[in-house]
């Protein structure tokens, strides 16, 4: 007779397939919860992306201000800071020495329109000496700089962070001091971007605009300095463009008249 036939195959384990599929989608559910409180956080917290990872190419790179930075910059950050420091202090003697070229080398470079590189400048003159009230005048005339790349679309906030530089620039210039062409030509940049942040209706940004210009055109020049005229005579201007918009066409042709014999 022919042998038996073999027994059937036994069958497929499905409960323990259905078992492994569900750790595994468990353990797939945990991960993307994870992932997306971790997503959430950092939108909460943005800060902590840029302690982190500071950038060369903002305004104090990231940080509100110089406390924040020291206190949470990244320990790599903080060595090549100091290296950075003892270099330039034993070309210059003095960070506060640094800090001034620094800053004119920022202004080098926001003359031919590079403000990716300005801004750097400006960032390591920050990091020299932050009450150089230059800095701060330079993130403001780089931001401003930056916000009108696009004349048909102007970023406002960017414009009102360089509002606020001036600002910043202005309240730390000793008053003190002797009157010098700086003092000036800060106010002449100050007011330029209080009259591009000016609309239709915050008329009041010609206003101050207007007010700034009136003092840099009235500070007395008594050495009789050439570039004191020139940067008057710059200011004469602007603040004839700002009464131009504020349709006083009277003083405006007045303040026109001014910058020509300045």
Do not use: H
């Amino acid at each position: 007779p022919p042998p038996p036939p073999p027994p059937p195959p036994p069958p497929p384990p499905r409960m323990k397939m259905n078992k492994v599929l569900k750790i595994s989608l468990i353990v797939i559910g945990v991960l993307a919860l994870l992932f997306v409180g971790m997503v959430v956080y950092y939108m909460i917290n943005p800060s902590l992306i840029n302690n982190s990872y500071p950038s060369n190419e903002v305004p104090m790179y990231g940080y509100k201000d110089y406390q924040d930075y020291l206190a949470n910059r990244p320990p790599e950050i903080t060595q090549n800071d100091e290296t950075f420091i003892q270099a330039v202090v034993n070309n210059s003697g003095t960070k506060e020495n640094a800090s001034v070229w620094a800053v004119r080398r920022g202004w080098d470079y926001l003359d031919i329109d590079d403000t990716s590189t300005a801004m750097k400048r400006f960032n390591q003159a920050w990091l020299l000496n932050p009450n150089n009230f230059g800095v701060y005048w330079g993130f403001g005339a780089t931001l401003g700089q930056e916000a009108i790349q696009d004349q048909d679309n102007i970023d406002i906030e960017k414009l009102d962070n360089a509002i606020k530089f001036f600002n910043l620039s202005l309240s730390l210039y000793n008053s003190s001091e002797a009157v010098s062409w700086d003092k000036i030509s800060l106010r002449c940049d100050f007011a330029r971007a209080y009259m591009l942040r000016a609309t239709p209706r915050e008329t009041y940004f010609l206003d101050y605009a207007v007010n700034l210009t009136t003092e840099a055109i009235n500070f007395p020049n008594n050495n009789e300095s050439s570039s004191f005229l020139i940067v008057q005579a710059r200011c004469a201007g602007v603040r004839a463009e700002a009464l131009y918009n504020k349709r006083d066409y009277a003083n405006s042709w007045q303040s026109i008249k001014l910058a020509r014999e300045l």
